[in-house]
């Protein structure tokens, strides 16, 4: 009774014409035992209650065993899912209101070093010379778009290298429950206490 009542006071203060843009989650493979799938299905539930359009989830495996349990759960989603791997994309989910992107594996670094290499082969064609070379350009030949507005790190203390470079400018929130345990009023707090803070991006 007691926490329904905090869920609702929660809601009631969150600003549904001022939520996120976008909201990145980064993960490790030891979070989605037990009933850690279960919980990217809540996501997606809380999500959509609140409005939000675009999430993107890290999660540092990309085991094949691991892919196939992800595709299996999300493929009746209602959401635009795009899976990312090293070898590549793949979409599922049957369509909504929310966009939601799956990086196994796939990490910042990775990202951002394979996005120079493009730019350089470019440059080694003559297609492109080192002066035309800017952060708008680099942006373009990186996988990722999203620029999220909030990252969430649930139960850790360190975040990964995922959208190293989108991420710059993003606010960051660490639970103090796992992924496993993180409730609704979890995720509702993250992005309350987003809405609150005065940001400056790199200002």
């Avoid at 691991?66 to 795009?82: G, H, R, T, Y």
């Avoid at 035309?132 to 969430?152: A, G, N």
Wanted: with cysteine.
């Amino acid at each position: 009774m007691i926490y329904r009542i905090y869920e609702k006071l929660l809601e009631s203060q969150i600003q549904k014409d001022n939520l996120p843009g976008c909201v990145a989650i980064v993960l490790s493979s030891a979070d989605l035992y037990d009933q850690g799938l279960q919980r990217l299905k809540d996501l997606l539930d809380w999500s959509k209650f609140l409005g939000l359009t675009s999430l993107v989830i890290y999660i540092n495996d990309d085991k094949p065993e691991l892919c196939l349990k992800i595709s299996q759960l999300l493929e009746k989603a209602e959401a635009n899912v795009s899976l990312h791997t090293s070898s590549g994309v793949s979409h599922t989910g049957v369509g909504g209101t929310i966009n939601l992107v799956v990086s196994l594996g796939y990490g910042g670094k990775r990202e951002v070093t394979e996005a120079f290499r493009d730019i350089l082969r470019d440059v080694e064609r003559g297609d492109l010379c080192s002066e035309q070379i800017d952060e708008k350009l680099i942006e373009s030949h990186l996988r990722f778009s999203q620029k999220p507005d909030l990252v969430i790190r649930a139960g850790g203390k360190k975040l990964s290298d995922f959208l190293i470079w989108q991420a710059a400018y993003s606010e960051l929130y660490f639970t103090d429950v796992n992924w496993q345990g993180l409730r609704k009023i979890d995720f509702l707090r993250a992005i309350r206490d987003c809405q609150r803070r005065d940001r400056r991006f790199g200002r």
